[in-house]
């Protein structure tokens, strides 16, 4: 199995809500490019949670506009062994370290996380310092996870009270 890698932290000191996902996807590590697979949802959903047009901008003005509007992005895994990109394939995991980070922005309240198994993961490797925070489940934005959009979008749109 191959060793695969998570990006850097898209934050700035700013930063109210942190979305949190597992690992990049094949599509998205070939890109360097977080939710790179053109049937990803993120972008889509986080358009209408911030009412930017995110899908028809360039990547790096897409991290600038969720920046502007206090939100940043990050995985709980720092690196796995994976086969494909299904979140069930994830082997031999290494957390990124959350505390460290969520220590770093002053602003932080919400934590959300995409999937289930950003949850599960990302809960255990916060521990208890996921108390200082709201934390949101949210359903993952994959394609592999397949609950229709109306349904995603319903509780991705719990981020806008976040905002405020």
Not at 41 to 51: A, I, Q
Not at 67 to 82: F, M, P, S, T, Y
Not at 86 to 98: F, G, K, T
């Amino acid at each position: 199995m191959i060793r695969k890698r998570s990006f850097p932290p898209v934050v700035d000191e700013q930063v109210r809500i942190l979305i949190l996902g597992s690992l990049p996807g094949n599509v998205s590590l070939a890109h360097s490019q977080y939710y790179a697979h053109p049937q990803n949802r993120f972008w889509k959903l986080l358009s209408e949670v911030t009412g930017a047009d995110l899908p028809a901008l360039s990547y790096p003005d897409r991290l600038q506009t969720l920046l502007a509007n206090h939100i940043g992005l990050w995985d709980v895994v720092a690196e796995a062994q994976r086969d494909g990109s299904l979140d069930s394939n994830i082997r031999d995991h290494v957390h990124n370290d959350l505390p460290s980070l969520a220590a770093t922005l002053p602003q932080l309240a919400t934590i959300a996380f995409n999937g289930g198994t950003a949850t599960k993961l990302g809960l255990k490797a916060l521990g208890p310092q996921a108390a200082r925070y709201r934390i949101v489940q949210l359903p993952s934005s994959s394609p592999a996870y397949t609950r229709p959009y109306a349904e995603k979008l319903e509780a991705w749109l719990v981020l806008q009270d976040c905002l405020d």
